[in-house]
């Protein structure tokens, strides 16, 4: 199975400090949707893994947790996209669960209710804990200079111009999900996958 793991909040949709708590608050950032569509037209399963304490703080409930998915499924239909699954952790900070990033708890829900080994699989975010989450459950990290990590730029050709520290090794960082997407293409056009 083709997978790639993405982040929510400031990868796909633009993020906001005070939460993305209703559907007219997600807005997906330019050229996040096409992206998306890109890696299915190619074959690529898409599973969203989101740390939503929101609702552990009593900011939104699951009922506008699915509203603001039900607008993602809409709009990613309309270009001819899709996300597979959307694991989200619904812990605050303080609740100490295994499931909010950084620590790797919804990686292994993914891996283990889609049945596969997540060693290689390519996973996208714009934060340290997203990638320090993925890494950890043997996902390779992709950092995109979007949402939380839109601070260090892009240079002149189009490649990160600076990053966080502590990215976990052989992190590849890119300008946003687009650049991401067209790596993972390009890369799997120059080596098919073993059938």
Same mark, same amino acid.
């Given at each position: 199975?083709?997978?790639?793991?993405?982040?929510?909040?400031?990868?796909?949709?633009?993020?906001?400090?005070?939460?993305?708590?209703?559907p007219e608050e997600w807005l997906p950032l330019p050229?996040?949707?096409?992206?998306?569509?890109?890696?299915?037209?190619?074959?690529?399963?898409?599973?969203?893994?989101?740390?939503?304490?929101?609702?552990?703080?009593?900011?939104?409930?699951?009922?506008?947790?699915?509203?603001?998915?039900?607008?993602?499924?809409?709009?990613?239909?309309?270009?001819?996209?899709?996300?597979?699954?959307?694991?989200?952790?619904?812990?605050?900070?303080?609740?100490?669960?295994?499931?909010?990033?950084?620590?790797?708890?919804?990686?292994?829900?993914?891996?283990?209710?889609?049945?596969?080994?997540?060693? =290689?699989? !390519?996973?996208?975010?714009?934060?340290?804990? %997203? &990638?320090? *989450?993925? +890494?950890?459950?043997?996902? /390779?990290?992709?950092?995109?200079?979007?949402?939380k990590s839109a601070q260090y730029g892009v240079d002149?050709?189009?490649?990160?111009?600076?990053?966080?520290? =502590?990215? !976990?090794?052989?992190?590849?960082?890119?300008? %946003? &999900?687009? *650049?991401? +997407?067209?790596?993972?293409? /390009?890369?799997?056009?120059?080596?098919?996958?073993?059938?």
């Amino acid at each position: 199975m083709k997978l790639v793991i993405l982040d929510r909040d400031g990868t796909i949709n633009s993020d906001s400090d005070d939460f993305v708590k209703t559907p007219e608050e997600w807005l997906p950032l330019p050229g996040a949707l096409d992206a998306i569509a890109r890696l299915n037209h190619a074959g690529w399963h898409v599973v969203i893994a989101s740390n939503q304490s929101g609702l552990g703080r009593g900011l939104f409930d699951v009922t506008s947790l699915n509203a603001i998915h039900a607008k993602m499924h809409k709009m990613l239909a309309a270009v001819g996209g899709r996300v597979d699954a959307v694991f989200f952790c619904p812990h605050s900070p303080e609740e100490s669960c295994s499931c909010r990033k950084p620590l790797p708890g919804l990686f292994e829900q993914i891996g283990a209710r889609l049945g596969v080994p997540l060693k =290689g699989v !390519p996973t996208a975010g714009d934060s340290l804990r %997203d &990638l320090q *989450a993925g +890494a950890a459950a043997g996902c /390779e990290p992709h950092l995109v200079l979007t949402g939380k990590s839109a601070q260090y730029g892009v240079d002149q050709s189009g490649q990160g111009a600076g990053q966080p520290e =502590g990215l !976990p090794a052989g992190t590849v960082v890119h300008a %946003d &999900l687009s *650049a991401f +997407a067209d790596f993972i293409l /390009e890369r799997a056009q120059r080596v098919p996958a073993a059938e």
